[in-house]
């Protein structure tokens, strides 16, 4: 992969990460199916009335107080990932698409879970359709891989899913992105959702540890949404 392509992903990803910030600020509430367009040091409306993007520096327009993620977190994070995505040949086809476009919602996402431990519905119903939409234009085009596959994949792990939030306490959010992470790792192959689930749970795992070591308390959660993602982007792209 060319120099140009990885920096041209770099920038898209940046442009992606900033218009996910008011976003991140928006839904990082703890009460499901709301959101804030106040800034809660002075009230002033920073998101809300009409498409508009937040400040890199994560700061209130108004009063200049901290708001949201911190400073370029949002895009510096969206924007090495694209850049990961292009250095390992994710560029060009409808399933690369659906790649970048399941890191744009699952980084915003994953901040968001991180923040209040939890997945909006505005913000999964759409990865998922998205996913599927640009699978559907990767099959249509004839480009390796199965729609079928992906479409029992997604079915498989949301099953999973299902059931792990019915006697582990799994979120409900998390349930509700599997269909696009399944879709995403079933394409290729079944061997990919295989591995792409676990590596999820293994990432999880080993971050539960580094924290209990730190001295977290143990009757704390752990979000679970950014593991799900990076895992299953980690083996999409290695496959």
Known sequence: MSVLSVTLSAAVGAFAGAVARPA??????PAPGLSRN???????????????????????????????PPAFSVEMTTAAVFAALAAW???????????????ACGITLAL?????????????????????????????AGEPGS????????AVLTLVFLLLAAVA?????????APAVGALLGWSSW?????GAAAGFVLGAVCAVILLAAGRDRRSQVAFGPFMVAGALAVSVAG
């Open 89 to 103: 040949g994710a560029a060009g086809n409808w399933f690369a698409a659906a790649q970048y476009w399941l890191t």
């Open 38 to 68: 106040e800034c809660p040091h002075c009230g002033t409306r920073v998101t809300g009335r009409r498409f508009r993007l937040l400040p890199a520096s994560g700061r209130c327009p108004a009063c200049a107080e901290r708001i949201g």
């Open 24 to 29: 991140v600020f928006a839904r990082s509430v």
């Open 191 to 195: 061997t990919g959702l295989w591995w």
């Open 147 to 154: 729609l079928g596959r992906a479409t029992a994949a997604a």
């Open 169 to 177: 306490g799994l979120g409900l959010g998390d349930v509700k992105l």
């Open 112 to 140: 968001i879970d991180l923040a209040v431990q939890r997945l909006p519905d505005v913000l999964t119903l759409p990865a998922c359709a998205g996913t599927f939409l640009l699978l559907a234009g990767a099959a249509l």
